[in-house]
């Protein structure tokens, strides 16, 4: 089954989003040190600008971020080993690329100086927060397709 028939149906889509809130909740929550403080301030900053922004936002991009992944889907099942997270952690430059391709493009297009601003400043990290996701962001994938 395919990523987009399993995690986009009306029916799941909603909890799909949950789920994805909670794990970027999660992930800026673990962050440490300065670059931590940097993206915790980023974040707390786009979330004021805007409530219930990081919901929408993941909502709105979630069909470009499934066809993102779908690639990297369609060859974890052929190779019907381990986990979903553990096979997007082996390949981290082009999972992570593929995922910040999308926020890139939406970024481009958003008419909110601010966030503009913000998300400029977090991009040059933006690959290294990505790829320490990508573990969760797989098992939360996987349990959502599976689940299916």
Known sequence: MTLKASLLDSDRRDGVVDDLVELVDQEVGDKGGVSGAVVKTGYAAVKKIKP???????????DEFVDALE????EFQAQSAGDFGAFLAARPEQASEALLAVTDRRAERTS?????????????NAQQNVIEALPRLGRVIESRATAA
């Open 52 to 62: 219930g922004i990081i919901r929408s936002a993941i909502d709105s991009m979630l």
């Open 71 to 74: 690639p990297f889907w369609a």
């Open 112 to 124: 909110r100086e601010a966030v503009k601003s913000v998300y400029s400043k977090l991009r040059s």
